[in-house]
T-cell receptor, first 117, second 113 residues
Framework: DGGITQSPKYLFRKEGQNVTLSCEQN?????MYWYRQDPGQGLRLIYY???????QKGDIAEGYSVSREKKESFPLTVTSAQKNPTAFYLC?????FGQGSNTGELFFGEGSRLTVL | SQKIEQNSEALNIQEGKTATLTCNYT??????LQWYRQDPGRGPVFLLL?????KEKRKERLKVTFDTTLKQSLFHITASQPADSATYLC????????????FGAGTQVVVTP
């Protein structure tokens, strides 16, 4: 079945360590996104990519890095520079704007919960 | 700055009644507005999109309205069921900010039998 796969589902990190969250999609979508969700807060955009080898910072990019070497993959690295990384991370994808009539619907993965020990 | 407001208090409703959720936005003029459902520990799932030139959109027991004058969208779940219990998120979108989708914090709906 087509969809978005995030891994790992749960991740524990010691302070000072970098960790990488995986996001793979087989929906043939051009655009991919990373969001962070904290309790009682809306989803906040970290990075997004509308095409391979290109990505833009979202609202809270500091302390995070991404790459988009393949259409299917958009990994997120949480670096030691991120001061408060404990959160629920969501990856999403969509077709690019203007590609026919579309709703701009985002397809989300099941999320990765990162806890800093 | 752009702001999206959804009622942070949970909406407790009896099965069979209509649940009405509000999404207010300020400091921008979205051309579209999406609604998503999120279950605990899961990713959001798209429900509906309404465009600025559409006053109302329906999908099964769901109805969404979009009032660009009031800068507000209302989301209705009619004949609510316990399975409708979830958090509902709104996401107003402008065409020039495509890709930078912003979401409200969501309103939790609890439907009791």
């Amino acid at each position: 079945d087509g969809g978005i796969t995030q891994s790992p589902k749960y991740l524990f990190r010691k302070e000072g360590q970098n960790v990488t969250l995986s996001c793979e999609q087989n929906l043939n979508h051009d655009a991919m996104y990373w969001y962070r969700q904290d309790p009682g807060q809306g989803l906040r955009l970290i990075y997004y990519s509308q095409i391979v080898n290109d990505f833009q910072k979202g609202d809270i990019a500091e302390g995070y890095s991404v790459s988009r070497e393949k259409k299917e993959s958009f990994p997120l690295t949480v670096t030691s520079a991120q001061k408060n990384p404990t959160a629920f991370y969501l990856c999403a994808s969509s077709i690019a704007f203007g590609q026919g009539s579309n709703t701009g619907e985002l397809f989300f993965g099941e999320g990765s919960r990162l806890t800093v020990l | 700055s752009q702001k999206i407001e959804q009622n942070s208090e949970a909406l407790n409703i009896q099965e069979g009644k209509t649940a009405t959720l509000t999404c207010n936005y300020t400091n921008y003029s979205p051309a579209y507005l999406q609604w998503y459902r999120q279950d605990p520990g899961r990713g959001p799932v798209f429900l509906l999109l309404i465009r600025e030139n559409e006053k109302e959109k329906r999908k099964e027991r769901l109805k969404v309205t979009f009032d660009t004058t009031l800068k507000q969208s209302l989301f209705h779940i009619t004949a609510s069921q316990p399975a409708d219990s979830a958090t509902y998120l709104c996401a107003p979108m402008t065409t020039d900010s495509w890709g930078k989708f912003q979401f409200g914090a969501g309103t939790q709906v609890v439907v009791t039998p």
